[in-house]
């Protein structure tokens, strides 16, 4: 009887010891869970946030700080209600076709500008709604514009809510106003949606806040959530939410998740319909004033809570089953070593199983980084056809040289990944600067060399990539202290530093670029060997022409574009500001490097004779808007044809077919149109007449020269 009330004691202590350390177990997993689903959406989110805080920065300078729009806001502080409404559409024609195209490939929703007093100016997306006070309702205009300063983050607007990137517009410290660059949660979910294709995104803001700050006549645009009724949803962005989610959103109106809503202390809830079970993870977004909080929900099959449970269940039997077969053994004891191995064995394997399953979430972690950091790197490619390709071309050249100097293979490595990001910081360089088809002034290059501290500053920032930007930071540094940013020489520039150096150098030697053909594998050899110990390290060029002498150069490799929309994008740099015409520079590159001109036989010239005298009788507005009719005449009279303003009042046509242009006919078409009575002159050459064609390129060069 003693016997059996000890045996029972014992089980019951020992079955609630494993309970208690089960549970615990249990309760650690379902919190790891937790914060790896809340840890995975906030680096998805605030990745998304930084993509586009990239974009609009781009934006800034690049579109809104540029002479025109500024010449345009300098007008308004003195200008009255009808100055006012002109400057108003001026600004909107200037920008439209701009704000479609960011609309289109930034996902641009809003570029609203502002007066200094916080009334709006311009919204893009709604030129037609202007003039209101923003400041009661828009805290980010009202800081942006009070203090001076930029500011961003999540708010409700009176048409739209989105991310917003407010920057105050200061023009020599003379403040103009502000203007805002903000995209819709709907391209933040797109974005999210593309990364990770298996999960669905819902978002949802306060309602009181909405009701407060949205026109009323945009109401509509918003539906009552379907998780809380204190809540509103924009009804474009709930298109793009999955349907197949719509049936789990009623399970989670209770009141329980509206405490924990209203408190703030949501994070994942498990959802199990129809035996499939669903992971619904919370991301809080407090707006810029921190006043009102929305969320951003993500959706996605996951049976991690419902396998957790079933493993505690199983544990929990386990538990009993062992404590049985010990007690069985301790009864019996002959039994008793064989039944304490067999409990060993479950154990270890638990705690390898527990083990593999935090490495698969630290994995995660590290693979979600690399793929933000490698997907900035490929967006600067993207933006540049001369540097596509290059970071994996200085990447393998580094490794090479490195392995030639029988570096370790954790340093080749340690290089290879500084390689793949050592431009990384081009990312913030503006598109003038970076695109420019030809050399750079010293304002443009002193630009260009901030991407190395721009490197820097986001690798180290990143834990994953904190060791490599040494390397990154110091990769223009010369061995003669001639480098940037620090000039740094000798021994001082980091060994890896040293073989990344010459590796990008190299890469640039043998790569075409519009304004230098590339040089042949001999000379930038010898050019290499010239620079030995003034800009590079003696021992890292003499690897260098051991394992670049046999190497093969990728001789496709140009900054020449490839197709429609490179060609395009280049363009940009050669339009004639007055007329919107391609330029002499332009028309200089096409016959001499071959862009396009395979596809024109023939060029017409139309030259204004004695335009000088109209200027001087009308005036230089009358002779500017005399040019610029001109110029939409020839568009559209010569619909298939590329037409340049050269020389100030001549005109080039270049055509696909041979053309002879009526002189007779054009001049009275322009005479009417011109309402001016203009001398022409009209030539014509056969482009695929070779000493025709010399003949025209000589000319331009002896005008741009």
Known sequence: MLKKIVFSILFIFLFMLSFFYISKSYEAHKSEIVHTQITELNNLYQGAVTTFRLNAKAVFYNIIMQPEVLNILRQL???????????????????????LNLKNSLYVRQLHFHHTDGRSFLRMHRPEKYGDPLFDVRYSVKVS?????????????????????????????????????SVSMNAIINQLSQIFTQKSFYFMIDKNIMSKKVFDSEMLNYEISTINDDYVVDKEVFKTFDKKYEKYLDLLN????????????????SIKLDDISVIATF???????????????????????????????????????????????????????????????KLDQLVTERTAELKHVLDEKIKSYQEIILAMVNLTEERDTYTAGHTKRVAQY??????????????????????????????????NVLLKPGKLNFNEFEIIKEHVKTGEHILNNIGLYKDLTEIVSCHHERYDGSGY???????????????????????????????????????????LKSLSGIHYDK???????????????????????????????????????????????????????????????????????????????????????????????????????????????????????????????????????????????????????????????????????
């Not at 990344?500 to 053909?517: Q, W």
């Not at 004695?610 to 568009?635: C, P, Q, R, S, V």
């Open 398 to 431: 580094s490794k090479l040289i490195a392995e030639e100097m029988k570096y370790s293979d954790n340093d080749i490595k340690k290089l290879y990944e500084a390689a793949i990001l050592h431009d990384i910081g081009k990312i913030i360089t503006p598109d």
């Open 283 to 345: 991301l809080p977004i407090w707006n810029i004033e921190k006043n009102s909080l929305s969320y951003l929900i993500s959706f996605e099959n996951n049976k991690h809570f419902y396998t957790a449970r079933k493993e505690f269940i199983y544990q929990l039997l386990f538990s009993l089953v062992s404590i049985i077969l010990i007690l069985g053994s301790i009864y019996f004891l002959i039994e008793r070593s064989q039944r304490i191995s067999r409990s060993k064995e």
């Open 485 to 527: 940013p620090n000039g740094l020489k000798g021994d001082e520039i980091p060994p890896l530093a040293r073989i990344l150096a010459v590796a990008d150098t190299f890469d640039a030697m043998t790569t075409n670029r519009i304004y230098k053909p590339r040089k042949s594998l001999d000379i930038a050899l010898k050019e």
């Open 77 to 99: 502080p003195d200008a009255d209600k009808n100055k006012t409404a002109t400057l108003h559409n001026k600004l909107y024609k200037l920008l439209e076709k701009r704000y």
């Open 145 to 181: 514009n009070t203090k001076k300063i930029y500011i961003e983050g999540f708010e409700e607007g009176r048409i739209f809510n989105g991310y917003r990137y407010v920057y105050p517009i200061l023009d020599n410290n003379t403040h103009l106003g502000s203007v805002e660059i």
């Open 254 to 269: 209770n009141e329980e998740i509206k405490t924990e809503m209203k408190n703030n202390t949501i994070k994942v809830k």
């Open 539 to 705: 021992s890292v060029i003499s690897a260098a022409l051991k394992v670049f002498k046999e190497i093969e150069i990728d001789v496709t490799v140009s900054q020449l574009p490839t197709n429609s929309t490179e060609e395009a994008r280049l363009s940009h740099f050669f339009k004639d500001p007055l007329t919107g015409l391609y330029n002499i520079n332009y028309l200089d590159l096409i016959l001499q490097h071959g862009i396009e001109s395979q596809q024109y036989e023939c060029a017409n010239i139309i030259s204004l004779k004695e335009f000088t005298l109209i200027n001087n009788k009308y005036g230089w507005e009358n002779g500017n808007e005399i040019l610029k009719k001109l110029a939409n005449f020839l568009m559209e009279e010569f619909t298939s044809s590329m037409i340049f303003r050269i020389f100030g009042d001549d005109f080039i046509i270049l055509n696909k077919k041979h053309l002879e242009i009526d002189a007779k006919s054009i001049k009275s078409k322009i005479d009417k149109i011109c309402q001016y009575t203009i001398i022409l002159s009209f030539e014509h050459y056969d482009i695929r007449n070779k000493n025709q064609r010399n003949s025209l390129i000589k000319e331009l060069n002896n005008t741009i020269g």
